[in-house]
C-alpha cells in the first residue's frame, strides 16, 4: 500500500532528465534547443502534479480522507489555474 520507494525513484528519474534537458536547452542551440527547454519545463510542471496524485492515491487506500480530499482540492486548484491560463 505505501509504495513511496517507487515514486522516489520516479522522481528522482525525472531530476536527472530535467536537468539533462535544462543543459540541452541552455547549450543546444536551434529547434532542438527549444525542444530540450520546453520539455525541462514540462517536466518540471509534471513531477509535482505526478507525486500530489500518487500521494492522493496512496491515502484513498489508506482511508486517510483529509488528506486524500485535500489534495484532491490542490489538484482541482491546479487544474483550474491551468485552464484559465490557456484561455487568457
Not at 16 to 35: K, N, R, S
Not at 45 to 66: F, G, N, Q
Amino acid at each position: 500500500m505505501n509504495d513511496l520507494n517507487t515514486l522516489s525513484k520516479i522522481l528522482m528519474v525525472a531530476l536527472v532528465i530535467t536537468f539533462a534537458c535544462a543543459l540541452g536547452g541552455a547549450f543546444i542551440p536551434g529547434t532542438v534547443g527549444q525542444w530540450s527547454g520546453t520539455a525541462c519545463i514540462i517536466i518540471l510542471i509534471a513531477a509535482p502534479v505526478l507525486r500530489v496524485t500518487w500521494l492522493v492515491v496512496d491515502w484513498t487506500r489508506a482511508r486517510d480522507v483529509k488528506f486524500a480530499l485535500l489534495g484532491c482540492a490542490l489538484l482541482v486548484v491546479l487544474a483550474t489555474s491551468g485552464a484559465i491560463a490557456l484561455l487568457r
